[in-house]
């Protein structure tokens, strides 16, 4: 089989074509790496930096939540409410804080971990709490605030 032979303009313009799809070739290839590397990285870091927003506006809710229920704990007409066993005033304040401050669930146990009235369910009291790591860490002089996952019987209550 015989090659037809090109004239030396053909040759030239042949070979400054296959030097340019190779040269694009090779930018395209290396190009997209560096962009895909480049969005991934991004995408990472804008992740890392809204998991990290998220974390302090969780801890700062926490916080919140802490001095709410602080505060609440340290009013001395509630000691006295207790004292006297004022349920109803209890009652009433403690939803009156609930509601105030967009708390979910507000529950007061005695010094043992029985419960005095529940903000939520007022007619179940005196089950023993004592049990759930909030409330055992809480009856000694501790003051925290952390998330917990709350079975479902005890949101039932």
Do not use: W
Not at 9 to 25: D, Y
């Amino acid at each position: 089989m015989h090659l037809p032979r090109f004239s030396l303009r053909t040759k030239l313009i042949l070979s400054f074509l296959a030097v340019i799809v190779f040269g694009g070739l090779v930018s395209l290839f290396f190009g997209q790496r560096l962009v895909k590397n480049t969005l991934i990285q991004q995408a990472q870091k804008k992740v890392n930096h809204d998991m990290a927003s998220a974390r302090m506006v969780f801890n700062e809710k926490l916080n919140d939540i802490k001095d709410i229920v602080s505060l609440t704990a340290a009013r001395e007409s509630l000691h006295e409410a207790i004292k006297q066993n004022q349920t109803e005033i209890l009652l009433r304040y403690l939803n009156l804080v609930r509601n105030q401050y967009g708390l979910d669930i507000l529950t007061l146990t005695d010094s043992r971990g029985h419960v005095i009235t529940r903000t939520r369910n007022p007619q179940v009291v005196g089950d023993d709490v004592s049990g759930d790591e909030i409330v055992s860490y809480a009856l000694q002089p501790n003051i925290l605030a952390f998330p917990q996952v709350v079975p479902r019987d005890e949101l039932l209550k």
